[in-house]
């Protein structure tokens, strides 16, 4: 059955109860008319002051779909939201383990550090933690509790992944809380792991990673769907390409673009703990420290265990549905790692930064795939201000938002 992603603005009504209802015309129809119709229509949207605690109740006029209620987020914060994701912020708790584990409840990382498999670092609120990356090879596995507590009804599945900026800082994150665990309500626990520069974030303020919430089923949209779609369009070389040009089966193709692209400089050992970590709440931050600007438009040489930030050919222009890049064939398994941060906003326009990183000497050259992304629908309703003021006309390769342009 075909998954459906909540939009930031239904999220927003499942766990805000109203104090009053006003008229907006600012979203997005998301009807069969798409993109090339573009209505707008009147809705009644919620306002009400943030909350710690909520649970929709009595609001069938805002929620229709009975299996939405029992969303729960607490503490909710409005301006976590984006448009069809909310971001999580770092707690109280954080655990550093060796070992990676896909499924993890808190109450099993509380066990591993009292038998001294893991190491607990407890955060007072604001306080600062710095994320250091494996060196020689040694696994390093920062375990990051959630400071928000999440329910979700039998209906929901959740998908959790690392934020772009910290994507692009060559920082895996992975959801290791299982849909299962919330059921019944719980912090989320998410896997974080650096793999060039050390990183710092603080308790109750940074956030590292977002949840998107699906409902109905498990499957993105089909290749036939793709095909008759109306609401997002594919571009290479400012050509419109035909859809049936661009999908690779159910998905649409992302290939590199070599003409340009970020390399990160060698880090020492020594230096690791030396140079400045990367502070994921700053802004305008050089990145001459960590970063080189590369051209070229054929064939390159990749070098080993170095980021590169690569941008695709191709560009995407969303507005009724949303994405989830999938990495290309191979994975890490072929020495290879391509993509660190995989969701796609509805309302993004412009070209993909696709992070990559291998263990030997790779050629990659212009056209090369370098990943496929899943096409989802969106449940609920797309704030078209905060879509172009958020991320219309976006060129890649781009660097993280700390750093200044």
Same mark, same amino acid.
């Given at each position: 059955?075909?998954?459906?992603?909540?939009?930031?603005?239904?999220?927003?009504?499942?766990?805000?109860?109203?104090?009053?209802?006003?008229?907006?015309?600012?979203?997005?129809?998301?009807?069969?008319?798409?993109?090339? @119709?573009?209505?707008?229509?009147?809705?009644?949207?919620?306002?009400?002051?943030?909350?710690?605690?909520?649970?929709?109740?009595?609001?069938?006029?805002?929620?229709?779909?009975?299996?939405?209620?029992?969303?729960?987020?607490?503490?909710? /914060?409005?301006?976590?939201?984006?448009?069809?994701?909310?971001?999580?912020?770092?707690?109280?708790?954080?655990?550093?383990?060796?070992?990676?584990?896909?499924?993890?409840?808190?109450?099993?990382?509380?066990?591993?550090?009292?038998?001294?498999?893991? #190491?607990?670092?407890?955060?007072?609120?604001?306080?600062?933690?710095?994320?250091?990356?494996?060196?020689?090879?040694?696994?390093?596995?920062?375990?990051?509790?959630?400071? @928000?507590?999440?329910?979700?009804?039998?209906?929901?599945?959740?998908?959790?992944?690392? #934020?772009?900026?910290?994507?692009?800082?060559?920082?895996?994150?992975?959801?290791?809380?299982?849909?299962?665990?919330?059921?019944?309500?719980?912090?989320?626990?998410?896997?974080?792991?650096?793999?060039?520069?050390?990183?710092?974030?603080?308790?109750?303020?940074?956030?590292?990673?977002?949840?998107?919430?699906?409902?109905?089923?498990?499957?993105?949209?089909?290749?036939?769907?793709?095909?008759?779609?109306?609401?997002?369009?594919?571009?290479?070389?400012?050509?419109?390409?035909?859809?049936?040009?661009? =999908?690779?089966?159910? #998905?649409?193709?992302?290939?590199?673009?070599?003409?340009?692209?970020?390399?990160?400089?060698?880090?020492?050992?020594?230096?690791?703990?030396?140079?400045?970590?990367?502070?994921?709440?700053?802004?305008?931050?050089?990145?001459?420290?960590?970063?080189?600007?590369? @051209?070229?438009?054929?064939?390159?040489?990749?070098?080993?265990? /170095?980021?590169?930030?690569?941008?695709?050919?191709?560009?995407?222009?969303?507005?009724?549905?949303?994405?989830?890049?999938?990495?290309?064939?191979?994975?890490?398994?072929?020495?290879?790692?391509?993509?660190?941060?995989?969701?796609?906003?509805?309302?993004?326009?412009?070209?993909?930064?696709?992070?990559?990183?291998?263990?030997?000497?790779?050629?990659?050259?212009?056209?090369?795939? =370098?990943?496929?992304?899943?096409?989802?629908?969106?449940?609920?309703?797309?704030?078209?201000?905060? =879509?172009?003021?958020?991320?219309?006309?976006?060129?890649?390769?781009?660097?993280?938002?700390?750093?200044?342009?």
């Amino acid at each position: 059955m075909q998954r459906k992603v909540l939009s930031g603005e239904k999220i927003s009504r499942l766990c805000e109860p109203p104090t009053h209802q006003v008229l907006s015309s600012s979203f997005l129809e998301l009807g069969d008319g798409g993109f090339d @119709e573009g209505r707008r229509g009147l809705i009644a949207s919620a306002v009400a002051p943030p909350v710690q605690e909520s649970m929709v109740e009595g609001l069938d006029h805002l929620t229709p779909l009975s299996h939405d209620r029992g969303l729960i987020v607490r503490p909710f /914060r409005p301006e976590n939201l984006d448009l069809t994701s909310l971001d999580l912020t770092v707690g109280a708790e954080i655990y550093e383990c060796p070992v990676i584990y896909p499924d993890i409840s808190i109450e099993r990382l509380r066990d591993l550090a009292r038998g001294g498999d893991a #190491k607990k670092h407890g955060l007072n609120q604001g306080e600062e933690f710095i994320f250091y990356p494996e060196v020689q090879g040694k696994c390093k596995i920062y375990y990051v509790v959630s400071e @928000e507590e999440v329910t979700i009804p039998e209906s929901f599945g959740v998908f959790i992944d690392s #934020k772009s900026t910290l994507g692009r800082l060559g920082c895996i994150c992975h959801g290791a809380t299982s849909p299962n665990q919330l059921r019944g309500g719980s912090k989320i626990v998410a896997a974080v792991r650096p793999y060039f520069f050390p990183i710092k974030a603080r308790a109750g303020k940074s956030q590292l990673f977002q949840a998107a919430f699906t409902v109905d089923g498990d499957s993105h949209m089909s290749r036939e769907q793709l095909l008759e779609s109306k609401k997002f369009e594919v571009y290479i070389d400012r050509q419109k390409k035909d859809i049936a040009e661009v =999908a690779q089966e159910d #998905k649409l193709k992302l290939t590199y673009s070599t003409r340009r692209f970020y390399v990160s400089k060698s880090i020492s050992k020594a230096q690791l703990r030396e140079i400045e970590p990367i502070d994921v709440d700053a802004r305008g931050l050089d990145w001459g420290p960590y970063f080189e600007l590369q @051209e070229g438009n054929g064939e390159i040489i990749t070098k080993p265990r /170095r980021l590169y930030l690569f941008g695709t050919r191709e560009e995407l222009r969303f507005r009724g549905v949303c994405g989830r890049i999938e990495r290309a064939p191979g994975g890490e398994l072929s020495g290879s790692w391509g993509q660190f941060a995989g969701i796609i906003q509805a309302g993004f326009d412009g070209r993909i930064t696709m992070e990559y990183m291998t263990r030997e000497r790779r050629a990659i050259s212009n056209g090369s795939l =370098a990943g496929c992304v899943e096409v989802d629908e969106i449940s609920g309703d797309v704030n078209l201000r905060m =879509a172009q003021r958020s991320y219309c006309n976006q060129d890649a390769p781009a660097l993280a938002k700390v750093f200044a342009a």
